[in-house]
């Protein structure tokens, strides 16, 4: 149980196109999920909690116009990356926090975007 | 703000040797998170440690928390080369502070 999904797996576009990258819990509800992402090497940063019928939190130095949060289910939050750019180039990784499970979060298998 | 130190951040160790990584954060949590990374992949969960003196082993692996001391292990016994990963320790109720990462590679 308490799987998450992420679509798609692995996306290249051109600069200036947006991308959006799909979460899923599959077997469970969340009313939280979070946004992370990670640099080669390095570790992960949250980008922004995504709340189920509402706006998303995004942390200090994230720009929400460039990262678009919608969280329209209780199964389904998306990020979109509007005018992505190569510095947007990176691992995204989802998150969902189940509440019966001591609001343990479960990780997505990440999305490899890459902008040329 | 949160802070979570791990180290050491690079850990070559021999197969059959014993080594700990060690996880610092710097405000009070009782709730702290172990996870495992493989090259290109997301996290794999390992351990929840939830209270204080919480102890948990899996394999070759133990991990427990010290709430008062504000640390935590990750106990490596007899490593083996499938244990070669990149191992991350996080904290937080809800958000998630994650540590910088300790990159083991086990070499014959």
């Known amino acids: 149980g308490a799987v998450v999904s992420q679509h798609p797996s692995r996306v290249i576009c051109k600069s200036g196109t947006s991308v959006k990258i799909e979460c899923r819990s599959l077997?469970?509800?969340?009313?939280?999920m979070f946004w992370y992402r990670q640099f080669p090497k390095k570790s992960l940063m949250l980008m922004a909690t995504s709340n189920e019928g509402s706006k998303a939190t995004y942390e200090q130095g994230v720009e929400k116009d460039k990262f678009l949060i919608n969280h329209a289910s209780l199964t389904l939050s998306t990020l979109t990356v509007t005018s992505a750019h190569p510095e947007d180039s990176s691992f995204y990784i989802c998150?969902?926090?189940?509440?019966?499970?001591?609001?343990?979060?479960?990780f997505g298998p990440g999305t490899r975007l890459t902008v040329l | 703000e949160l802070k979570v130190e791990q180290n050491p951040l690079f850990l070559s160790m021999q197969e059959g040797k014993n080594y700990t990584i060690y996880c610092n954060y710097s405000?009070?949590?009782?709730?702290l998170y172990w996870y495992r990374q493989d090259p290109g992949k997301s996290l794999e969960s390992l351990f929840v440690l939830l209270s204080n003196g919480a102890v948990k082993q899996e394999g070759r692996l133990m991990a427990s928390l010290d709430t008062k001391a504000r640390l935590s292990t990750l106990h490596i016994t007899a490593a083996v080369h499938d244990l070669s990963a990149t191992y991350f320790c996080a904290v937080g109720y809800g958000k998630l502070t994650f540590g910088q990462g300790t990159i083991l590679t086990v070499h014959p």
């Open positions: 405000t009070t949590s009782d709730r």
């Open positions: 077997d469970f509800q969340a009313t939280t």
């Open positions: 998150s969902a926090r189940l509440l019966a499970r001591n609001n343990e979060q479960f």
